[in-house]
């Protein structure tokens, strides 16, 4: 286990595949995958995503602030 407030440290309750930050707002969960404008979706991740967004979870892959906001602006 790694020192607490590592993304590590979290990797063994979450699993893995689990996306980089969670924002609870207006009641509603959003969870963010940030990546790199390069940066690709693994296929844990992929999967881990599939099942949240099965479960009504909003699921964002980020690579850029526009981005989100692009998706949770009502």
Same mark, same amino acid.
């Given at each position: 286990?790694?020192?607490?407030?590592?993304?590590?440290?979290?990797?063994?309750?979450?699993?893995?595949?689990?996306?980089?930050?969670?924002? @609870?707002? &207006?009641?509603? !969960? *959003?969870?963010?995958?940030?990546?790199?404008?390069?940066?690709?979706?693994?296929?844990?991740?992929?999967?881990?995503?599939?099942?949240?967004? @099965?479960? &009504?979870?909003? !699921? *964002?892959?980020?690579?850029?602030?526009?981005?989100?906001?692009?998706?949770?602006?009502?």
């Amino acid at each position: 286990f790694a020192k607490p407030g590592t993304h590590r440290h979290l990797r063994g309750v979450v699993g893995t595949g689990w996306p980089d930050l969670f924002v @609870a707002k &207006d009641g509603r !969960v *959003i969870l963010i995958e940030v990546k790199s404008p390069k940066g690709r979706v693994m296929p844990e991740q992929q999967a881990m995503h599939e099942e949240l967004r @099965a479960h &009504d979870v909003t !699921v *964002i892959i980020a690579r850029c602030v526009e981005d989100v906001l692009a998706q949770t602006t009502d």
